[in-house]
């Protein structure tokens, strides 16, 4: 393993922000990985993995150990089903493709979502009314202090709305290596629930669609909202939606009847940030080189030369105007390093 000093992490970031790594070493295995973790020499280790839901602040004084492990692996099918095993380094959407054509289903909705696999757990991503978890078996994650591989069941990570063991009571203290998924391989839970995905297949006169056709019309919706991060740095969506009490949302619906929400369940309801912050006037507008995106309010950019720090006072503006006018507290969805 090299370990290279002062690396930029620009490019390492789908932000775009300019920070230096003071020292950095690419992770190719999960035997590197220990390795790398018993650097004596380098007490202060920082994991990097996509950079997709990252927002840096200020340079990394720590050895960066960015993990590109790579590999899939079946471990087991019938004629219905396949268990496949993805390694952390694998890029989110280049994966799914991969499956799509294998034939294999459930990861559809989750197309064109940033980020490499091994991070995927962590956040448990979802887009379009799909989420990680539901087609979760496990994941093997390295405890960072002495090494051991431990395997994560679902009910071990205790999957929550963007939320999970990692990010809770076990953060800081794994590292997933890679990710079992439980696919479809025919009779595939075709999920059109959301009125996007339906209006786009009708617009394209697919009436019977298959899994790759629900990736597209994905991957169209998205393309057509959220910039590219290779043209315009983002993170994706900046914020969670807020998800309220029954109490709550009686309280802010009286006060509100023009607002959009979800029913997610008796006691809760889902209000859309983007909706929230839009509405407060922000969609569009720029701050220096720190901006809100013009199709998707939810998303934070780039302009150029934004600093972190600039990026996440935009989003400390957003959440105190948003908490004024309506009384809910957005949070961030990105991790922050400050």
């Given at each position: 393993?090299?370990?290279?000093?002062?690396?930029?992490?620009?490019?390492?970031?789908?932000?775009?922000?300019?920070?230096?790594?003071?020292?950095?070493?690419?992770?190719?295995?999960?035997?590197?990985?220990?390795?790398?973790?018993?650097?004596?020499?380098?007490?202060?280790?920082?994991?990097?993995?996509?950079?997709?839901?990252?927002?840096?602040?200020?340079?990394?004084?720590?050895?960066?150990?960015?993990?590109?492990?790579?590999?899939?692996?079946?471990?087991?099918?019938?004629?219905?089903?396949?268990?496949?095993?993805?390694?952390?380094?694998?890029?989110?959407?280049?994966?799914?493709?991969?499956?799509?054509?294998?034939?294999?289903?459930?990861?559809?909705?989750?197309?064109?979502?940033?980020?490499?696999?091994?991070?995927?757990?962590?956040?448990n991503i979802g887009a379009y009314g799909v989420e990680l978890k539901d087609n979760f078996v496990s994941c093997e994650a390295m405890n960072i202090e002495?090494?051991?591989?431990?395997?994560?069941?679902?009910?071990?990570?205790?999957?929550?709305?963007?939320?999970?063991?990692?990010?809770?009571?076990?953060?800081?203290?794994?590292?997933?290596?890679?990710?079992?998924?439980?696919?479809?391989?025919?009779?595939?839970?075709?999920?059109?629930?959301?009125?996007?995905?339906?209006?786009?297949?009708?617009?394209?006169?697919?009436?019977?669609?298959?899994?790759?056709?629900?990736?597209?019309?994905?991957?169209?919706?998205?393309?057509?909202?959220?910039?590219?991060?290779?043209?315009?740095?983002?993170?994706?969506?900046?914020?969670?939606?807020?998800?309220?009490?029954?109490?709550?949302?009686?309280?802010?619906?009286?006060?509100?009847?023009?607002?959009?929400?979800?029913?997610?369940?008796?006691?809760?309801?889902?209000?859309?940030?983007?909706?929230?912050?839009?509405?407060?006037?922000?969609?569009?507008?720029r701050y220096g080189d720190a901006g809100v995106h013009k199709n998707q309010a939810l998303v934070l950019v780039n302009h150029g030369k934004a600093t972190?720090?600039?990026?996440?006072?935009?989003?400390?503006?957003?959440?105190?105007?948003?908490?004024?006018?309506?009384?809910?507290?957005?949070?961030?969805?990105?991790?922050?390093?400050?």
């Amino acid at each position: 393993m090299k370990i290279q000093k002062n690396i930029s992490l620009k490019d390492h970031n789908t932000f775009g922000i300019e920070a230096l790594a003071k020292y950095f070493c690419e992770i190719k295995s999960v035997n590197a990985l220990k390795n790398a973790l018993q650097f004596d020499d380098y007490p202060n280790k920082f994991i990097l993995s996509g950079g997709s839901n990252l927002l840096i602040t200020k340079d990394i004084d720590a050895l960066v150990l960015h993990i590109n492990i790579k590999g899939k692996d079946i471990l087991e099918e019938d004629n219905e089903y396949v268990l496949l095993k993805v390694m952390a380094g694998e890029i989110w959407h280049d994966m799914i493709l991969w499956c799509l054509d294998q034939g294999y289903g459930g990861l559809e909705n989750m197309s064109l979502i940033p980020g490499n696999t091994g991070t995927a757990p962590i956040q448990n991503i979802g887009a379009y009314g799909v989420e990680l978890k539901d087609n979760f078996v496990s994941c093997e994650a390295m405890n960072i202090e002495d090494q051991s591989i431990q395997t994560f069941t679902k009910d071990d990570c205790n999957f929550g709305y963007r939320d999970s063991f990692f990010k809770n009571e076990g953060k800081g203290q794994y590292i997933i290596t890679s990710v079992t998924f439980r696919l479809t391989k025919e009779n595939h839970n075709l999920n059109t629930s959301y009125g996007a995905i339906e209006g786009e297949l009708k617009k394209q006169g697919i009436v019977k669609p298959s899994i790759k056709d629900i990736s597209n019309a994905v991957v169209t919706i998205r393309q057509s909202k959220l910039p590219d991060p290779k043209k315009l740095g983002n993170s994706g969506s900046f914020f969670k939606n807020p998800v309220l009490t029954k109490l709550e949302f009686n309280t802010f619906i009286t006060a509100h009847p023009e607002a959009r929400y979800y029913k997610v369940t008796d006691d809760q309801y889902k209000v859309p940030a983007g909706w929230l912050i839009e509405q407060c006037g922000f969609k569009g507008k720029r701050y220096g080189d720190a901006g809100v995106h013009k199709n998707q309010a939810l998303v934070l950019v780039n302009h150029g030369k934004a600093t972190g720090k600039e990026i996440l006072d935009l989003a400390k503006r957003i959440i105190d105007k948003v908490f004024e006018v309506y009384k809910i507290t957005i949070t961030p969805e990105v991790n922050i390093i400050k």
